[in-house]
């Protein structure tokens, strides 16, 4: 069931903690810090993937390493809220590689919000230009630019208890 709550033990959540701070990281590296012989450790990281908990594993690269030195956050605003007008929206965002994320969003004047990275403000204004604006159904659009990083992180939290 994809909305089904998977119950995790302490091992699961260590495998899980482990996991978001090196995606890399060995099976037999992994069972030995889990406290796992490697079959049980592997069986239970199968197991949280077909549970659907771990999505995929990736690298995090450098931004800045690579040439992307602006973060933009857009706030876009569509003319009309019909569900096919939502659909093409978030179709050919997710065909830009400039968009590391896209929110629908409320209690904004925006119905969307965007994570946009480019190498500076005039491959900035080229994407806004030339793609964002162009977009059927996109009404408004603003822009706010990322001065410094306070905290990005990737990692969830497993033991979350509100208060």
């Known amino acids: 069931m994809e909305n089904e709550l998977h119950r995790l033990d302490r091992y699961d959540r260590r495998i899980l903690e482990i996991l978001q701070e090196d ?3 060995s099976n037999q590296a992994l069972a030995e810090r889990v406290g796992l012989s490697p079959s049980p450790c592997l069986r239970r990281v199968r197991a949280l993937e077909n549970a659907g908990i771990i999505l995929q594993r990736v690298a ?19 003319d009309r809220h019909t569900p096919e007008r ?6 050919t965002v997710a065909t830009y590689p400039e968009v590391q994320r896209c929110y629908l969003i409320t209690g904004q004047a925006a119905d969307y919000m965007l994570q946009v990275v480019v190498p500076d403000m005039d491959a900035y204004q080229e994407f806004l230009l030339r793609r964002i ?12 630019f990322v001065l410094r990083r306070v905290l990005d992180r990737t990692a969830l ?7």
Do not use: Q
């Not at 690269?61 to 973060?71: A, C, K, S, Y």
């Open 23 to 25: 995606a890399g990281i």
């Open 60 to 78: 995090l690269l450098d931004r800045r390493r690579l040439g992307l030195e602006l973060t933009a956050l857009i706030h876009i605003g569509m």
């Open 86 to 91: 939502f659909a093409h929206f978030e179709e």
């Open 133 to 144: 604006t162009r977009l059927e159904g996109v009404d408004s659009v603003h822009s706010s």
């Open 157 to 163: 939290p497993l033991d979350y208890s509100p208060g």
